[in-house]
């Protein structure tokens, strides 16, 4: 699966691209089965001038207070295109993984600005340098969305939208967080295309 965003100077936008398939929040048939793979969302926005934070939500539909869903198998990417071709000038790749004593952690390569790999535990803020940092952890879903609504348009015809209905509020997603050196990401660019993808380690 992936999804995409713009980034320009001040706003971000979140857009399908051409010829790019894919399915969010639990709708694809195989999603139910694979919830750590599955995407929800990726956010993407500059805090100030020297910061960019991409953050990217998977699993979701989970339980306020269930725990999060992490998984060694799942190899998590976030791509930033800063020449404006489509193509990823910047692949960052990120991991979870079980210590010794059994303790989720997680392990991002190729952070733009970072001193090296940033990795540590879960549920925590572990920096990387330069203003760095990666976190991990269960959330309540941030995405609003009146899925009954969205279902009474589709069988009237006529829009039913509730703009106080949000199915998935109360709900968890598990995110992963990252925060970077703008400057490091963009390479001299002023609009960015950042894209996420996650894959099944060994998976055909």
């Known amino acids: 699966m992936r999804l995409a965003a713009v980034l320009g100077l001040g706003a971000a936008m979140l857009f399908m691209n051409d010829g790019v398939y894919a399915a969010d929040h639990a709708d694809a048939p195989g999603s139910g089965a694979d919830p750590a793979a599955d995407i929800g969302d990726l956010y993407a926005w500059r805090t100030d001038s020297d910061t960019l934070v991409a953050v990217v939500t998977f699993a979701g539909l989970a339980e306020a207070g269930a725990p999060a869903t992490y998984d060694a198998e799942v190899l998590y990417g976030i791509h930033i295109d800063n020449t404006g071709n489509g193509v990823a000038n910047i692949d960052i790749w990120c991991r979870f993984g079980l210590n010794m004593a059994m303790e989720w952690g997680i392990q991002c390569l190729n952070v733009p600005g970072a001193d090296g790999p940033v990795d540590g535990p879960v549920d925590t803020t572990n920096e990387g340098g330069n203003g760095t940092m990666v976190y991990a952890g269960p959330r309540e879903n941030p995405f609003f ?54 894959g099944r380690l060994g998976a055909p």
């Open 145 to 198: 969305f009146d899925f009954e609504g969205f279902d009474g348009t589709l069988m009237s015809g006529d829009l039913m939208f509730d703009p106080m209905n949000d199915t998935f509020a109360g709900t968890n997603v598990t995110a992963i967080v990252v925060e970077m050196d703008a400057a490091a990401a963009a390479g001299g660019g002023t609009t960015l295309e950042v894209w996420t993808s996650t």
